[in-house]
């Protein structure tokens, strides 16, 4: 499943969601606000998205992912709003039969996501805000993101 | 922009985010176009015109048409859900 949400992410929910009995192996990854940034303090970090458009590229990622490493469980859930140092701004979970694929589909997720779905963050500090340059959207590649 | 509309003209909405939003101030802009449709090209040097402010940004952008990406010859009707795209930067 995933989610796009406003609230603070529950990572334990996550990670039991994504679980699977036939699987002998979780990987869970989370991103976090972090206290600096390329141009120094960081105390808050405010994320906005396209909302539909978002949905609908965390859903081909999950599509392409649960095929391409036979996951047996997916989440991901991205937050937007207004974020303090140390929240956790992204929560991906998976499963599979083996951690190998977990791993793998685990961080092609991550990459995926800052390649492919619309969401901008600004960086908040006592010195003012930026907004933070990524990488521009391109058409989705039929086979994969990365 | 206000303007006034010609019963034979029709209005394109265009949502900003990012940057682009916060540099014009609201979340969508409109814009009167003179033919049924409009390509993608037409439309950024259309907007370029009609405010300013982005031009002055001079940071790149994509156009989605319908929630994807569209190369500048796509075209657009007012019908098209329309939005301006500055790089990206998520997780």
Known sequence: ?146 | MNMAVDKNQSVLRVKLFGLLREAVGINEVTLILADECITVEGLKRDLLVCYPVLASLNVPFVVAVNRKVADNTAKITSCDEVALLPFVSGG
């Open chain 1, 1 to 146: 499943m995933i989610a796009i949400v406003y609230q603070p992410i529950d990572v334990s929910a996550v990670l039991r969601e994504a679980s699977h009995d036939s699987s002998g192996a979780s990987v869970l990854f989370l991103g976090s606000v972090r206290d600096h940034g390329e141009k120094g303090a960081v105390s808050e970090i405010y994320y906005e998205a396209y909302l539909e458009m978002a949905e609908d590229a965390l859903r081909k990622i999950e599509h392409y992912v649960i095929e391409h490493w036979n996951l047996l469980g997916f989440v991901t859930i991205q937050r937007l709003g207004l974020l303090k140092v140390g929240e956790v701004s992204v929560a991906i979970a998976v499963s599979s039969e083996h951690r190998k694929e977990a791993f793998e589909a685990c961080s092609y997720v991550i990459d995926a996501i800052k390649q492919s779905v619309p969401v901008w963050k600004k960086e908040i500090s006592a010195a003012g805000s930026r907004w933070v340059e990524g990488v521009m959207l391109e058409d989705n590649k039929e086979d994969g993101y990365v």
